[in-house]
């Protein structure tokens, strides 16, 4: 998914200090209309990134001296995290123009000066240094092979001094990297130039549709529709969501925006519609961008799903129909608090305060009275239910039609449920039919839904995938041997495919265990409408805390790198 950093206007130091460098502000300059990135340093001087001069140019073939470039980092990335404390260079006294943001670009790990305690605030910045800090603060994770990737994409990689190497394979793989006119040609110690200082801060800033895919270094793969076209959201019938300077539209499955980026706010289609947001009110609009049904709601309403949407009216919840009739509100007498869940299986939950639960049809009518326990939405004609800490399941009459037994239960899919029959705390997880029959014995520590007719499983032999009759079709070794390693997470298969993870590298395999895309990803989703959002340059940070015994408790965030999509090879 592609993340946008968050730009605040300028602060106080920022703005005394571009009154030195550049004199005016300017919408549109004179001087960029041949400039491969003249959206990308349109995009920076509407947010207050840069600015031009007095005579409206902005000078992109000019250098750009270190001191400059700290001014720009400061402003692109405002929030940066104070890392240690500041330096007092020898070639920047209290009276340098650019005193403060060197200081402030020091602390903040931007730049780490020379050996000598200079700054050479003057001095023309190399674009491999411009680079290598970027790629540093964007905390890309060095690729395994780097002196392959700069031999791969640059034919005078033996230019790239020893100390940035790593950074710069690291920022070439993240995308950072913008080669022109020949992309083969990184010129690592030729003095940027301003318009090339812009070009790679819109590729940090994940900018999307500025700068042209045929001069961003790093090769298109491994995706279908790379990070640049602008997309962040799952593919959902055929389109998945777009953000293009600021505003928000749809790509289809080769990246071209179809619907244009005109929104203030959108959400995934469903049943042919998607929310949009248009000012402070959310609409729906069709799949040609036609608004269908007028923005008029304040809070967002739900997606459209069989053929009913829930929104909120005043301060009643509601559903409407695909022309944005409101079909009835939801009410039940003496409730002080209603919490409704969209529609499944023709029926909807309806929590009341927060201590029954009940359904109701698509008249807004009670089919099921609210009951003292908890029920999960209805799958395949059956909703889950915990009764005294005992799960079981019940009909679309209410009935009761596989007693509360197991201790742990998930919806019908396929035919066939997972539920846990442990009795000693122990999981032991096996698979039961619609009338409760145990179709698959108990012998899993964990079992996942059923999809495409595999379910993953795992047991003493670690992971697996079972058919409908019980039988491990992939099994653990089998993995292993094809991903080459011990695998350690495994997602359902959706479009012949399914997700799987070997330490904090991911891929996927085909329903004979085959790797069909390598487990190299630093970060991946699973399919959706034959499409899988997938990151490269990423990186995973150990967490370390402590439980309420004060034993340590590590746990895993992501950060950075750069989502683009891939297609299934299978489709």
């Known amino acids: 998914m592609n993340t946008s950093l968050k730009l605040i206007a300028n602060t106080s130091l920022i703005v005394t200090l571009l009154g030195h460098i550049f004199i005016s502000k300017a919408a549109a300059f004179s001087d960029i209309k041949n400039q491969i990135a003249k959206d990308c340093i349109t995009q920076l001087a509407e947010r207050n990134v840069i600015r031009g001069y007095a005579d409206q140019t902005f000078r992109p073939q000019s250098t750009i001296n270190r001191a400059e470039f700290a001014v720009l980092l400061l402003n692109a990335f405002p929030n940066s995290e104070v890392k240690h404390p500041g330096m007092q260079f020898k070639d920047v006294p209290n009276s340098h123009w650019a005193y403060k943001a060197i200081q402030a670009a020091y602390q903040r790990g931007f730049f780490s000066g020379y050996p000598d305690r200079t700054f050479r605030p003057s001095q023309a910045i190399p674009r491999v240094q411009a680079i290598a800090i970027l790629s540093n603060h964007l905390n890309f994770s060095t690729p395994d092979n780097p002196e392959t990737i700069l031999k791969q994409h640059f034919n005078d990689e033996a230019q790239i001094p020893d100390y940035a190497r790593k950074s710069l394979a690291a920022g070439t793989i993240g995308r950072i990297v913008v080669n022109y006119p020949n992309i083969k040609q990184l010129q690592p110690n030729k003095g940027a130039t301003r318009g090339e200082a812009a070009a790679i801060i819109c ?9 042209p895919l045929e001069y961003i270094a790093g090769g298109k793969a491994p995706f279908t529709i790379p990070p640049e076209m602008g997309g962040f959201t799952n593919f959902s019938e055929g389109l998945a969501g777009a953000e293009v300077n600021r505003k928000y539209g749809f790509i289809n499955k080769t990246g071209e925006l179809v619907i244009a980026a005109k929104f203030d706010g959108i959400q995934k289609f469903s049943s042919g519609l998607a929310p949009v947001k248009i000012g402070d009110k959310w609409g729906y609009i069709d799949k040609i961008g036609n608004l269908v049904i007028p923005a008029q709601f304040i809070q967002q309403p739900a997606d459209f799903i069989e053929e009913v949407a829930q929104v909120q009216v005043e301060d009643k919840i509601g559903f409407i129909d ?4 409101l079909l009835f509100t939801v009410t039940y007498p003496g409730a002080n608090s209603l919490q409704v869940n969209n529609f499944s299986d023709g029926l909807a939950a309806v929590r009341i305060d927060s201590e029954r639960t009940g359904f109701i049809d698509k008249t807004g009518k009670f089919v099921i009275e609210p009951q003292p326990y908890n029920i999960a939405d209805f799958a395949s ?6 009764v005294n800490n005992k799960y079981g399941y019940i009909d679309k009459t209410g009935k009761v039609v596989i007693s509360p037994q197991f201790n742990n239960a998930k919806p019908f899919t396929e035919g066939l449920a997972a539920v846990d029959f442990s009795a000693n705390g122990i999981s032991n997880w096996g698979y039961i039919d619609s009338t409760g029959k145990t179709i698959i014995a108990p012998q899993f520590y964990d079992a996942k839904n059923f999809s495409e007719g595999l379910a993953c499983i795992y047991s003493e032999q670690g992971f697996g995938f079972i058919d409908k009759t019980g039988k491990l079709v992939i099994s653990s070794s089998q993995l292993a041997s094809n991903a080459g390693n011990f695998i350690s997470e495994l997602g359902s298969f959706s479009s012949g495919l399914a997700l799987v993870k070997i330490g904090n590298k991911f891929g996927y395999i085909d329903k004979n265990g085959k790797s069909i895309i390598k487990v190299e990803l630093p970060n991946a989703l699973s399919f959706q409408d034959g ?16 439980d309420s015994s004060n034993i340590p408790v590590i746990d895993y965030t992501f950060d950075g790198g750069k989502w683009g999509y891939i297609r299934s090879p299978l489709n």
């Open 531 to 546: 499409m899988a959002m997938v990151n490269v340059a990423g990186t995973w940070i150990k967490n370390i805390g402590f």
């Open 381 to 386: 004609g059956l909703a889950a239910i915990k």
């Open 322 to 325: 695909k022309t944005g009739k």
């Open 203 to 211: 590729q940090s800033l994940n900018l999307a549709r500025t700068i």
